[in-house]
C-alpha cells in the first residue's frame, strides 16, 4: 500500500475539540465523535463565573425554556450580581466612571 492510496484524515479526527467515544456497533468497536461540554459563561466586567447560566450548547439551549437559560433580571446573563448592582446604581445617580 502505496502512501497515496490512503485517504486523508478529515480535520475534525486531527483537532482535540471532538471528544472520542468508543461505542460498540454489530461489526465491532467504533469511534464516534461527539462535541465537549461548553465553558461556564464569565461576567463581561470582572470575568467571575455567572451563576444561574446552564452550562449547553446552543442547540440544547434553544429547546430549553426562556426562564432556564439567564436570570430575569437587568443585565441577567451578561454581568454578575455585584457588577450589576453597581451598574445599576451608577444609572440611577447619574454619574459615569
Known sequence: ???CDRAMVP?????RTMRRVFRRT?????KVFELRNPK?????VCSRELQGIPRMRPSELGNS????????????GVLCSGCSRRRILVN??????
Do not use: F, V
Request: hydrophobic letters at 20%; glycine letters at 8%; aromatic letters at 8%.
Open 40 to 44: 461556564k459563561a464569565h461576567c463581561s
Open 1 to 3: 500500500m502505496y502512501w
Open 26 to 30: 454489530p461489526r465491532g468497536t467504533k
Open 11 to 15: 480535520a475534525r479526527a486531527k483537532s
Open 65 to 76: 425554556p426562556k426562564t432556564a437559560k439567564r436570570p430575569e433580571r437587568p443585565y441577567g
Open 92 to 97: 440611577a445617580r447619574g454619574t459615569h466612571d
